[in-house]
Each structure stands twice: as structure tokens, then as C-alpha cells.
């Protein structure tokens, strides 16, 4: 008797060079959330970006689903082609932050580029928030 064997083809997609809605990000801090969520391979995906081109870069701000939970991020290393004197990074890497700009983790486990001080700086007169608290629980600047 012959049985039908039925195969199904499963994809996925690779990372996105863009970061955009749904591009999967690696968490570089150590965060137990970000810890357990890359643990188990469920890496977050980005919801909404903020900035005006929907299109994120190093230094922006990202809305997060992480193991069933919405959560903020700063994008701190990503693979797209960046401007002069910012390096590009071979994965796209996020911070997990709270809502007021603290970071969740206490320790940046990647370099982050020198530049993202002054970006963030910017961005802090801006928005109101404060990010040097992320800056000082980075170990190496590239």
C-alpha cells in the first residue's frame, strides 16, 4: 500500500535592512525581558517608528512587541547604509527603554556609535526626555 506523505514548506523572512513595521530587532541590553524573549527566538518586532519617514536609523525611538507586551526601544546599531562617520552594523540592534526615556537594562552589552551622543542629545531638547542615563550604562563607544 502506498501512503501519501503531505510536505509543507515553511518561510521566514530574513532581517529587514529597513527598519520598519514588523522588522525583527536584537536586544543588546540586559534587560530580563529582552534576555528572555532572544532566549526563546522570538526576537521584538517593530510596531511604529517615530520619526516622519517611518523609516528608522540610528537614535530613533521604536514601539516594540516583545513576548506579548508592548514596550519602547532606541535603535542603537542597525544594517542599512548610514551617513559619513556612523557605522554600520551587521545586525540591527535596540535598547529597551521605559516610557519616561530610563533605560530597562543596566548594561549595553555592543558598542554604540560615538555619535549617538550628540543625536540623542538633540532628540532630548526636543522631546523632554532624558536619555543620558542610557548613555552611561554603555561599556564601549565604536
Do not use: C, W
Not at 36 to 47: D, F, N, T
Not at 66 to 82: A, C, S
Amino acid at each position: 500500500m502506498i501512503s501519501k506523505i503531505f510536505v509543507r514548506n515553511f518561510y521566514t523572512s530574513n532581517s529587514l535592512s529597513e527598519i520598519r513595521k514588523l522588522a525583527r530587532l536584537r536586544v543588546v541590553d540586559n534587560s530580563p525581558l529582552g534576555k528572555q524573549a532572544m532566549a526563546e527566538g522570538k526576537p521584538p518586532k517593530v510596531i511604529h517608528v517615530y520619526n516622519k519617514q517611518s523609516v528608522g536609523t540610528t537614535g530613533d525611538m521604536v514601539l516594540l512587541a516583545i513576548k506579548g507586551e508592548k514596550k519602547k526601544g532606541i535603535l542603537v546599531g542597525v544594517v542599512k547604509d548610514q551617513k559619513p562617520n556612523i557605522p554600520r552594523f551587521d545586525s540591527n540592534n535596540v535598547v529597551l527603554i521605559e516610557h519616561n526615556g530610563t533605560p530597562v537594562g543596566t548594561r549595553i552589552h555592543v558598542p554604540i556609535p560615538h555619535l549617538l551622543r550628540t543625536i540623542l542629545k538633540e532628540k532630548t531638547h526636543a522631546k523632554g526626555a532624558d536619555y543620558t542615563k542610557l548613555l552611561s550604562i554603555a561599556t564601549k563607544f565604536l
